[in-house]
């Protein structure tokens, strides 16, 4: 059994399994396919490198999208 | 009449600008999209809502629109840098409007940070159209930044009071090189004429349209609005007279 970790998801703190990736964390959101960005303690995290980025302990991931807006 | 106008590479038809804050609906953004005529629409970067199965971005059919994200509710440049990394993340095209704002009231732009976070915008590449305040000297120093237009504010964000100093924005529009768009204060259809009978090269509205009665009416008025005050600003206007000056001939009366 893995351990898990603490991270905080926009601003919620969460509980995830050590080694969760941020296209794993996506897709524990539902958000898979969707069109979103995540930034990992104020860094992006491109695309690209959604599969192979690991959460570390006490991460914080901002995951945004746009909305409505002037 | 061909009066198109560019931004960088790109040539644009319409002179309208719009936001997509505040409708009811995805369906009724989609209408007033549509009714406006628009071909830039704008939107905000936003924490994801989990319980919303819909994002704005269902309304925008992408083939129609360039997408132009915002940096509303950034207070600094750094927090306006950041959010548009994400947002060059989540594909957009390459225009961004920049807005730091300076005072939660007022919504007034902090122009000195505007300019800094320009200034480290355009370093990187991003095209930027930076909302501000309606004075030359900030503006000329953002087209000096390398900025693609100039937004300077008609009216606070949101309060549809109209052109307040329609004197400072054909000074801006007589000496900075870039478009000047007008950015915020139109409430209503005879606001967005006169910012075009100024002689602006566009106006960006949201809550004109979104704030009305019947938006997707609003945003055909606007579109109709924005088209006249552009077409009487190339025909120019006659002189205004103190007296009156008869239009049928004053020779040959009947006695």
């Known amino acids: ?70 | 009449m061909n009066d198109s106008w560019t931004l960088g590479a790109r040539t644009f038809h319409s002179r309208i600008i719009v936001g997509t804050g505040k409708y009811a609906t995805n369906e009724e953004t989609r209408e007033a999209l549509a009714a406006s005529g628009a071909e830039i629409v704008t939107v905000a970067l936003r924490r994801v809502d989990l319980s919303s199965k819909q994002t704005v971005l269902d309304a925008i059919d992408r083939s129609k629109y360039v997408l132009l994200p915002n940096t509303a509710g950034c207070y600094t440049a750094d927090e306006a840098v950041r959010t548009l990394h994400l947002a060059r993340e989540l594909g957009m095209d390459e225009l961004v409007k920049l807005e730091v704002i300076g005072d939660p009231k007022t919504l007034f732009p902090d122009n000195t940070a505007t300019v800094e976070a320009a200034q480290r915008l355009v370093k990187e590449g991003f095209k930027v159209l930076p909302y501000c305040s309606d004075d030359l000297v900030t503006c000329k120093r953002l087209a000096d930044a390398g900025c693609l237009a100039v937004m300077p504010l008609a009216a606070p964000i949101g309060s549809g009071l109209g052109i307040r100093n329609p004197h400072n924005i054909r000074l801006i529009i007589e000496n900075v090189s870039v478009p000047v768009i007008v950015d915020a204060g139109v409430g209503t259809a005879s606001d967005a004429a006169i910012a075009m009978e100024l002689g602006c090269t566009a106006i960006l509205m949201n809550t004109g349209i979104a704030g009305a009665r019947k938006p997707v009416l609003m945003a055909e008025a606007m579109r109709l609005a924005v088209d006249a005050g552009r077409k009487a600003f190339l025909a120019g206007r006659m002189p205004r007279r103190d007296y009156a000056n008869a239009s049928s001939p004053t020779t040959q009366l009947i006695e």
Request: proline letters at 6%; charged letters at 20%.
């Open chain 1, 1 to 70: 059994m893995s351990a898990n970790i603490d991270v905080v998801i926009n601003g919620q703190p969460r509980l995830v399994n050590a080694g969760t990736t941020v296209a794993a964390l996506i897709g524990e959101l539902g958000l898979a396919g969707k069109p979103v960005a995540v930034e990992r303690n104020r860094e992006v995290v491109p695309r690209a490198l959604h599969g192979s980025t690991e959460l570390a302990p006490g991460d914080r991931l901002e995951v945004v999208t746009f909305v409505g807006g002037g």
